[in-house]
Structure formats: structure tokens, C-alpha cells
């Protein structure tokens, strides 16, 4: 595996995506949890995170996936830059799992690798139920996770999306001169589909002189049919839909702010 020469730019995207609903019953939270457990299982995040690897011009080395019990489900990829040989040492790309707990412990070696970590949960004062997916991408090389943006957002319901995008390290161009960053970037908005950025309130946090990126996403209008579960909004009295959509803006702003706004 030579690695002499090549860009090794590190450039991680890293993003929480937050899905919200409201499930009033404790059967249909568990109802729910047990709905985005099928939905998001390690097997379907697999194919998203082959997806990814396709969107970016990488190459699939190793998965490594596990379920959990009660929820939840984790998959890690390696990937390298183009097509690697065949013959790759398997000292490079081993997998360790741990016991009956669940846990997963992932060792690996090489330039680039993709993660992602479902958490489903749900409050049983509120009845809002929010599911939680964490996304991490990092390439070493000419290779760019930003180009897989818009594919994982529209792989899941996504009320709140905080991303953060950061190059580090450098490489040197054909002069020897040192290069810390290899493209133009002046937001992470500015790889996000305009129809999905309309639909959004956005923020940008950045810090240029760095190379960090932070953009948070807030989904501009509720429509509560589609926060239901299992539910039909016409069988709820007008007073309780407004409550139920207060409770879920709530939830959604806080969770966007980062805390307890209304404590």
C-alpha cells in the first residue's frame, strides 16, 4: 500500500441529524423505537454508507457493524482513494468485537474511514420521541466527504442538522510549497441543495483562519401529520394540536440552541 507523495490532507465532516415525533402512549413510543430500529438498522446503514463511498470516489476495504439492544445500531467503514489491490495485509483492516454487551471496538489502519451511530429515545412526560443519527466522514487525499452532503441528508427525516467541516494537516504542491487546504470553501451551506437549504433556518459558525466549518439547520415549518405516530391529526381537539406543536417546536429549538431555553 504506497503512500509516498499523495495528499494527505485530513478534511472530517462530522453531523448530528435529529428526527422529532410525537408519540403520546408508552406503546407507541416503544412503537416507535422499535419502527426506527427496523428502519435504521446496521444493515440499511451499511448500504447508505456504500453509497457514500460511491459519491466520494472511495473504495470499500472493511465494515465492521453491530445492533444494539435495546436501540441503536453502529457501522464503521474503511475506505481508501481509489481501487486498492486484492492482496491488501489484513493487519490493516481488522475489526475487534467486544462480548455479550454489545460493545464494539474497531481497530484500523489506513487513510479514510466512515461512521455512523443511531440513538433513538423519547421523553415519557412530553411524549416526544427523537431519534438521533451521528455521521462521520474523513479522507486523506484528493477525496472530499462534503461531496456526500446532500445524499446522507436525504437519507433521513432531518429536523436539525448541526455539521461541522474541518481540513487539517497539510501537503505540498508540485514546488514544494506547503497547502493547507486544496479547494474554495467559504460555508458548508455552500454544498447543500438550494430546495433543501429553503426549507431550513441556517447559522454558520466559522472559523476561516482554521479551517473549521460549523453550520447548524433548523426545519422551517411543522406540519403535525407528519409528527404523529400512529395518530390522525383530526382525531386531536384544536387546543391539543397547538400544544403538541408548541412541545415539539421546543424541542426542536432547544436541541438546536444546545439547551434548556425555556427552563
Known amino acids: 500500500m504506497k503512500l509516498y507523495g499523495f495528499n494527505n490532507l485530513t ?7 435529529y428526527d422529532v415525533c410525537y408519540a403520546k402512549t408508552q406503546r407507541e413510543q416503544r412503537d416507535y423505537i422499535s419502527y ?32 444494539y439492544d435495546p436501540q441503536g445500531a453502529s457501522v464503521t467503514v474503511l475506505i481508501a482513494e481509489g481501487t486498492m489491490p486484492n492482496d491488501v495485509d489484513s493487519s490493516c483492516n481488522r475489526g475487534i468485537f467486544g462480548g455479550e454487551t454489545g460493545e464494539t471496538v474497531v481497530a484500523h489502519l489506513d487513510k479514510s474511514h466512515v461512521t ?54 497539510f501537503t505540498r504542491d508540485i514546488l514544494g510549497k506547503k497547502m493547507f487546504i486544496d479547494h ?13 437549504l429553503q426549507k431550513y433556518d441556517a447559522m454558520d459558525i466559522n472559523v476561516y ?4 466549518f460549523h453550520t447548524k439547520l433548523l426545519i422551517k415549518d411543522i406540519d403535525l401529520q407528519n409528527y404523529l405516530f400512529k395518530t390522525d391529526v383530526y382525531e386531536l381537539p384544536p387546543k391539543e394540536r397547538l400544544q403538541i406543536t408548541d412541545n415539539l417546536r421546543r424541542e426542536m429549538i432547544e436541541i438546536f440552541s444546545g439547551s434548556n431555553i425555556y427552563d
Do not use: M, W
Open 116 to 169: 455512523v451511530h443511531s440513538y433513538p429515545e423519547y421523553h415519557p412526560d412530553t411524549s416526544i420521541a427523537t431519534f438521533r443519527v451521528d455521521i462521520d466522514v474523513a479522507t486523506c487525499g484528493e477525496i472530499s466527504p462534503l461531496n456526500a452532503l446532500n445524499y446522507l441528508i436525504d437519507s433521513f427525516d432531518s429536523d436539525i442538522i448541526t455539521a461541522d467541516y474541518r481540513v487539517r494537516g
Open 11 to 17: 478534511k472530517a465532516l462530522s453531523f448530528n441529524i
Open 184 to 196: 474554495k470553501i467559504t460555508s458548508i451551506q455552500d454544498y447543500i441543495d438550494e430546495k433543501t
Open 36 to 67: 426506527i430500529d427496523d428502519q435504521y438498522n446496521s444493515e440499511r446503514l451499511t448500504k447508505i454508507l456504500y453509497k457514500v463511498t460511491e459519491i466520494i470516489g472511495a473504495h470499500v476495504l472493511n465494515v465492521s457493524k453491530q445492533d
Open 209 to 212: 483562519q482554521a479551517n473549521i
